[in-house]
């Protein structure tokens, strides 16, 4: 298990640990729409459409009993729980953010003993990641 760096809404977990496995296409979806002409090989592309990203996390973390257990949950709940996307940031991506709100549940959710792990997915509508801004400053030349 690899200690977690997950930085989402601005906050990080450190009881939280980043499992292997994370699920992310290197580009968001993209459909293209297609024109047939009857005798033609092949189609035109009249448009395409970027979809939204999604990325799935496995993440773990340890418990020292059920009440530990119970409010670790409850932490994550009121963490990832967002009404609108958030900025979410990885440890092996320095210097990306992505904005994302939680998607459907954690449906794996198993216990192991002393062990929580689960996957949380994330939906990024605007399926572009940033990097930090940067300020440029612009000379005007002029020729007399």
Not at 103 to 124: K, L, M, P, V
Not at 131 to 140: A, D, K, Q, S, V
């Amino acid at each position: 298990m690899q200690h977690s760096k997950l930085i989402f809404n601005g906050e990080t977990k450190e009881w939280l640990f980043l499992l292997e496995g994370r699920q992310k296409s290197p580009f968001a979806p993209i459909t293209n729409n297609l024109l047939r002409v009857p005798g033609k090989a092949g189609a035109y592309i009249q448009s395409s459409k970027t979809d939204v990203l999604y990325i799935n996390q496995p993440v773990g973390f340890i418990v020292e009993d059920d009440v530990d257990a119970l409010d670790k949950l409850d932490q994550l709940k009121s963490w990832l729980l967002t009404s609108e996307p958030v900025e979410l940031q990885f440890p092996d991506e320095p210097d990306r953010v992505y904005y994302a709100k939680v998607e459907g549940d954690i449906s794996d959710f198993a216990r192991f003993g002393n062990q929580r792990r689960g996957t949380i997915t994330f939906i990024c509508p605007d399926p572009y990641a940033y990097g930090p801004e940067r300020i440029y400053t612009f000379h005007l030349i002029t020729s007399q």
